[in-house]
């Protein structure tokens, strides 16, 4: 391992232990507090262009395999732990963590003081960051900080969309046990792709979907043009307004067919509607977030990874119904329309990784598109 250095914009430094790619790169440093589902965090595409840092000291200690990738790879800009493994012990295992670093290009970090670093972006927000393994000169990494692009200044779907569209057929493994429906035939779901997670559009086809996936540039006389049965927005990173081709899209859709979205597919489906947007101080990414489903009070124990919300006062009451909250800052975690078919929730229920006190949100979706239909 070679010395590194982090530094964010406000000057403060954090070194570390490198190890993975060696070389340099500038992001927006965010905190997980999941204790499991490394693999999932690393190749979720919301992180794009965002450095994680995982609270939980000891990371690496069952290694990466093939199966439980969320996307075609790494999307982080680097990765922060207090102790990496350089023991993998797990059967599912193919390589160790470092490795699966190195030969994504992705730059690590260990032996960092993550509680001092988690702790520092609490109490001042999440802010620009620039990571060297290769020179450690400290104010010249400031400045690189300072002047890297704004997450909300970068369209970071348009880095993780589809290049084209693509059909999607696979179901959960059978032996995770999850519900599955079978059906002769199955309803036809385009989904937008801001940056899917593949476990949601697996839970959509053991929902009983049959799923298109199109670019988020998709026309909606596009989308229309497949005849589906319901549209799905997904999950992305970065902030949505710098996606206002799709959300464009979307209001044109209002109303003609039935509609669920997810994590930014939620923040689109509020700017859709009407609704305004604002940045966290640093966000939710975990798999620990209470939110209350204020129809029946339940409290779900619920995976989250987002940087921004939609306002609560700037949605029209009289059509659009807030059916979720945070426990933790009661900020929007679901909505829904008072007439037309859409809902959406600012969570993941897929449960890659998280618990499945969520799972029914994608029946939930299949019942209004049967409803819909008639």
Same mark, same amino acid.
């Given at each position: ?11 403060k430094i954090?070194?570390?232990r ?6 340099e790169?500038?992001g927006?440093?965010?905190f997980?507090?999941?204790m ?13 262009g965002?450095m994680v ?7 690496g200690?069952?290694g990466?395999?093939?199966e439980?990738?969320? $996307?075609?790879?790494?999307?982080v800009?680097?990765?922060l732990?207090?102790?990496?493994s350089r023991?993998?012990?797990n059967?599912?295992a193919?390589?160790?963590l ?11 970090l260990?032996?960092?003081d993550?509680?001092a670093l988690?702790r520092?972006?609490?109490?001042f927000g ?5 990571i060297?393994t ?6 010249r ?5 300072r002047?890297?692009?704004?997450i909300s200044?970068r ?8 290049s084209?569209?693509?059909e999607?057929a696979?179901?959960?493994d059978?032996?995770?046990?999850l ?5 002769g035939v199955?309803?036809?779901v385009?989904a937008?792709d801001c940056?899917?997670k ?19 540039a998709?026309p ?6 497949l005849?589906p049965?319901?549209l799905?927005?997904?999950n ?7 996606? $206002? ?8 859709l209002?109303?003609q ?15 859709a509607l009407?609704g305004?947007r604002f940045?966290?101080?640093f966000g939710?990414h975990?798999?620990?977030?209470p939110v209350k489903?204020l129809?029946t009070?339940?409290?779900?124990i619920?995976a989250?990874n987002y940087?921004?919300?939609?306002a609560?006062d700037?949605?029209?009451s $009289?059509a659009?119904?807030?059916t979720?909250?945070n426990?933790?800052?009661h900020t929007v975690?679901?909505?829904?329309h008072r007439?037309w078919?859409?809902?959406s929730?600012?969570?993941?229920p897929?449960?890659a ?9 994608f029946q939930?979706f299949v019942?209004m598109?049967e409803?819909?239909?008639g």
């Open positions: 391992m070679r010395d590194a250095i982090l530094a964010l914009e406000d000057s954090f070194y570390g490198s190890f993975g790619w060696q070389g790169r500038t927006e440093v965010v997980n507090t999941s499991t589902g490394y693999q999932e965090v690393l190749t979720d595409p919301s992180y794009k965002q840092v995982m609270t939980y000291p000891h990371i200690n069952y990466i395999n093939s439980d990738f969320e $996307s075609d790879g790494p999307k800009e680097a990765f732990v207090r102790e990496v023991v993998v012990s059967w599912r193919d390589q160790d470092e490795t699966f670093l190195r030969q994504h290009e992705v730059i690590g260990s032996e960092v993550t509680r988690t520092h972006i609490r109490s999440v802010m620009k960051a620039a060297s290769v020179n450690l000169d400290q104010e990494l400031v400045q690189i900080a002047e890297a692009p704004d200044e369209d970071l779907v348009a880095e993780v969309t589809c084209e569209p693509y999607w696979e179901g959960s059978p032996e995770w046990g519900p599955r429906v079978e059906r199955r309803l036809h385009v937008y940056g899917v593949r476990n949601i559009l697996r839970r959509l086809v053991d929902a009983g979907c049959r799923i298109t996936v199109v670019p988020a998709t909606a006389a596009d989308v229309r043009a005849r049965d319901g799905f927005l997904s992305g990173p970065g902030d949505p307004e710098q996606v $206002s081709y799709l959300i464009q899209e979307v209001r044109s209002l109303g067919l039935p509609i669920f979205g997810i994590c930014l597919g939620h923040q689109v489906l509020g700017l009407g305004r940045k966290l101080k939710h975990g798999g620990n977030q489903d129809e009070g339940w409290v779900q619920t989250q940087n921004f919300a939609i609560a700037s949605l029209d $009289s659009v119904e807030i979720h909250i426990l933790n800052d975690e679901g909505l829904r007439r078919p859409l809902f929730v600012q969570y993941h897929e449960a990784s998280g618990p499945h006190d969520a799972e029914p949100l939930r019942e598109i409803e819909w239909k």
